[in-house]
């Protein structure tokens, strides 16, 4: 006899750790067709995800936990399916949020400003800084589980990836898709840098709408066109008035003149059809130099662009008397010098939208700067197609109309790839003292390459942080070299992300991988939604609702914060979180441990059966010299097989979240709430019973931990591996003699063809299912002790065979009396002092005396026969529409099949009221 006992409760705290460093020792993480290695096949085609690289210097939150959960959860099914899958790491150096961490640094420590330090110096220090803190966001995506090849780890400013981001700017410049020059872009004051769109966060704020007076030139008339803004300040860079062509009233005015307040410019009134005129008053002053629509209509018209803030945002000379004011102060005293020269109308409170710095917080201002940017449209039209045509696949498919919507030329804008940073790759372009000209290169130059001259100076700006990130799922392959991870990793296969950033960096790998491989980056693009908090609320630290998922993991274990998280995701749908949900998933983890843990303790009971010459057949999972399954087997064999194909498809359809729903309620309310208790009755049994029964457990228990590895891999792999060897140290050992050293690399179960017998050990089970239920809630309705076993008398038609065979298990389970319990086809009468129940073709009478109140019981019996009429009256109506045509005809008949049901359930409920007159 061997014994194999588990800990009475799942101790994640001593097990995560342990089972990380088995899995990374053995080298399982790495792909099983590595083209370095000998003997590999270039013709099995591999499954491949790039992760979404955190920012080097951050910290995890649920945004990681969840990309790094669902990764994971593609990379484990894939590998158990025995493909050859990996998953890249990696981290970015997000150039403005670890170099403001650096400056904040050394104001704190040395009190001195990057300015005061020097470049040279400051990246001396933000290195540093990197490597100290730089594992910090790796080791907490350990913790959840992620099984990437670390060996692969890249890092977007390491050499390799350095070099494929110069060799993209030379090829895109030399191609005429790279240029220089002034073009409106938002612009981060306090951060002193260009700032990208995902850069900018919105956040709707109460301000004020201003309605003022332009009047018509010559000063000396009175008649004003009024118009209204929500930031007076710019009104010194206006440089024309528009109005729709078809506003009548004031199609007058265009082609006249009007006088800029204070300033005493005059600028011309337009026409242009973007005006709307149901706006404010239906004239629109036009600031090309500080509002994006704006700038646009500055170019149809050609309009001067004045820009009036500096890089501090405050004003400029073109301010006239204003020069030097921050903003803010600008808007004050020029709303108020308008005031006293009669030229204001009114003010307003208005919600606005204002744009500030993720980063720093302040509002963005739109300004025109001379930056480098991407002419994207080229590399736009290419990427439109390769989802159209169906090389990429976006999932949920609703999502390629987003993408469209961006990616269409009339609405896509040059990408500014320019940043005022030190941190980041620098921009290899360099500018000669002496003809002007610039010089791009691969390799640093010593001199021009226009003159030749030595006086050549780099330009100090570096790359947007997307533009490094955009090359990811082919340079961190080794790209532009041909490498053989190149050759055979890329196309990947998978790009699992936010929604959120669809455009800002999804749209961004596809332009890049067409341009510079000639094939898109992967095939498949899977969206994740936002979560949010129990209430639906954005998480947010004003709100005091966010979660930190380091704090989950401590108390809970990485398995239940997983599994929450997947289980509660649909694709491109946000999901509301709760610490509820998290404490139920660790109670699921503890039912998953107490289940394995009756199954490994069973095991090691059985009796020796070699003195017996039983022998097993491990190919076709038939014992000899043993009993056939029992009703409780078959049916929980069959469930699993329509588990199996029902998680299969979910799988195949990318529903994630509700294959894990599927196998969580099949292993708490069917394999561990009703196998494992009838489990326990057929292993007191002994014997040929026992090891019957044992080698269902094992097999049931096998599946549904190998299915659910991928959601919860901690828990799995520790109580797989106590099974196996449990399995292995009994007289069934045959069963567990193919199985790997490890969960991880099982194989998944695949569907199994239906063999005919399954519906009907469902249907046989579910009678005995609903009988148990019927009886236990009579006895709680009742309030009969849990330990008090009652009579009970059947009356059970056609059915009695069944239920005489079942008879133990449902005397069990509902808590009859065996000593005073019958089994007959039908009954003469019923019995008096009895409460009577319908399941189906069965009738139970159980004897309740002092608790029968015949009021009561009619008024049950008949809630009960209404409820079977209207279920028969829906019935019938399916039935007979256009439904028992179109529809398959199996699910036709199962509906055919419920009407019998409830018919017969019907005329017993009706009979028994009519017992009771």
């Not at 790796?138 to 050499?159: H, K, M, P, V, Y």
């Not at 006239?320 to 003010?347: C, H, S, V």
């Not at 038939?622 to 588990?643: C, E, G, H, K, V």
């Not at 991880?744 to 239920?773: C, H, K, N, T, Y």
């Amino acid at each position: 006899m061997n014994q194999h006992n588990l800990p009475k409760t799942y101790d994640f705290e001593n097990t995560e750790e342990r089972i990380y460093e088995l899995w990374e020792e053995g080298g399982y993480f790495r792909p099983t067709n590595d083209p370095n290695e000998p003997g590999h096949d270039p013709t099995r085609k591999p499954y491949v995800i790039s992760i979404p690289p955190p920012n080097v210097t951050g910290e995890l939150h649920l945004g990681h936990a969840m990309v790094v959960s669902m990764e994971d959860l593609m990379i484990r099914y894939q590998r158990m399916k025995g493909i050859p899958t990996l998953w890249v790491p990696g981290s970015d150096h997000a150039g403005i949020a670890t170099q403001l961490q650096v400056e904040k640094f050394l104001l704190r420590t040395e009190e001195m400003t990057r300015e005061e330090i020097g470049r040279e110096k400051f990246l001396e220090h933000t290195w540093n800084w990197k490597k100290k803190y730089g594992g910090i966001i790796t080791n907490q995506i350990r913790r959840l589980g992620a099984s990437c090849d670390w060996s692969r780890e890249r890092f977007t400013l390491d050499e390799g990836l350095s070099r494929a981001v110069r060799e993209a700017f030379v090829r895109l410049y030399e191609k005429g898709l790279i240029y220089r020059g002034p073009r409106l872009i938002n612009w981060s004051p306090g951060l002193k840098t260009a700032v990208s769109d995902l850069e900018v966060e919105y956040s709707e704020e109460q301000g004020r709408l201003y309605y003022f007076k332009y009047m018509l030139a010559p000063e000396t008339s009175e008649v004003f066109i009024p118009v209204a803004t929500t930031r007076p300040e710019t009104i010194l860079g206006d440089t024309a008035v528009a109005v729709h062509p078809e506003d009548e009233r004031y199609q007058q005015f265009i082609g006249k003149k009007v006088i800029v307040p204070i300033l005493g410019r005059e600028i011309p009134v337009i026409a242009d059809d973007y005006v709307n005129l149901e706006f404010g008053t239906g004239a629109l002053k036009i600031t090309p130099g500080h509002d994006p629509n704006d700038f646009e209509i500055g170019e149809r018209h050609g309009l001067e662009i004045i820009s009036v803030l500096d890089e501090s945002a405050r004003v400029t000379a073109r301010g006239g008397p204003y020069q030097g004011q921050d903003r803010f102060e600008a808007r004050e005293n020029l709303w108020a010098d308008m005031k006293a020269a009669g030229l204001t109308i009114k003010e307003e409170e208005y919600t606005l939208q204002l744009p500030r710095s993720q980063r720093g917080g302040e509002i963005v201002e739109p300004m025109v700067s001379t930056q480098w940017f991407v002419d994207i449209k080229p590399l736009a039209e290419k990427a439109i197609a390769a989802v159209r045509d169906g090389r990429i696949k976006i999932i949920p498919e609703h999502f390629a109309k987003v993408y469209y919507n961006w990616m269409e030329p009339e609405r896509i804008r040059d990408w500014c790839i320019s940043r005022q940073l030190w941190w980041g790759h620098r921009i290899p372009v360099w500018y000669c003292d002496d003809c002007g000209e610039p010089t791009v290169a691969r390799e640093d130059p010593t001199e021009c390459a226009h003159c030749g001259s030595m006086n050549i100076q780099q330009d100090p700006d570096v790359l947007d942080t997307w533009f490094s990130s955009g090359l990811w799922p082919f340079s961190t392959l080794g790209w532009p070299d041909e490498t053989p991870d190149l050759k055979y990793f890329y196309p990947t296969t998978m790009m699992e992300t936010g929604y959120d950033i669809l455009f800002f960096w999804v749209a961004r790998m596809i332009m890049m991988g067409l341009e510079f491989t000639g094939d898109v980056p992967f095939s498949e693009v899977y969206l994740h939604g936002l979560i949010r908090d129990e209430h639906g609320r954005k998480m947010s630290k004003s709100y005091g609702n966010v979660i930190d998922p380091l704090e989950v993991i401590d108390e809970m274990g990485t398995d239940a914060l997983r599994f929450t998280l997947l289980v509660g995701s649909a694709p491109g749908n946000d999901m509301n979180l709760s610490l509820k949900k998290v404490k139920a998933n660790r109670n699921f983890a503890n039912k998953i441990w107490n289940a394995t843990r009756f199954v490994v303790t069973e095991l090691g009971k059985l009796v020796d059966w070699e003195e017996q010459s039983t022998t097993y057949q491990s190919t076709n999972y038939q014992f000899t010299n043993l009993p056939t399954y029992t009703l409780a087997d078959s049916w929980i064999w069959a469930r699993l097989r329509s588990l199996r194909e029902t998680v299969n498809r979910l799988f195949e359809n990318y529903q994630y979240g509700e294959a894990g729903r599927q196998i969580y309620d099949f292993f708490w309310n069917e394999f561990a709430d009703w196998y494992v208790e009838i489990a326990k009755l057929q292993m007191a049994n002994g014997a040929a019973s026992a090891l019957r029964t044992a080698e269902a457990l094992i097999r049931v228990l096998d599946t549904c931990l190998r299915m659910l590895h991928p959601f919860t891999p901690f828990v799995t792999e520790e109580l797989w591996g106590r099974l196996k060897q449990a399995v292995l140290d009994s007289p069934l050992a045959a069963l567990a003699k193919d199985w790997p050293e490890v969960l991880m690399i099982a194989p998944w179960p695949e569907s199994e063809e239906i063999e005919g017998w399954e519906d009907q050990a469902i249907a046989d089970f579910s009678l005995v299912q609903e009988i148990v239920r019927a009886i236990r809630n009579l006895r709680a309705e009742k309030e009969v002790k849990p330990g008090a076993r009652i009579p009970a008398v059947f009356a059970c038609g056609e059915a009695a065979a069944i239920i005489e065979s079942q008879a133990s298990i449902i005397t069990a389970l509902a808590r009859l009396d065996t000593k005073r319990f019958s089994i007959q086809k039908s009954l003469p009468a019923r019995p008096a002092d009895h409460i009577a129940l319908v399941v189906g073709p069965v009738e139970i009478y159980l004897p309740l005396t002092g608790l029968v109140d015949v009021a009561e019981e009619r008024a049950r019996l008949e809630k009960e026969y209404a409820e079977a009429q209207s279920q028969i009256v829906r019935l019938e109506k399916l039935l007979s529409s256009p439904f028992a045509e179109k529809a398959p005809q199996d699910v036709v008949q199962n509906e055919r099949d419920k009407l019998t049901s409830f018919e017969e359930t019907a005329a017993k409920l009706k009979a028994q009221i009519e017992s009771l007159a």
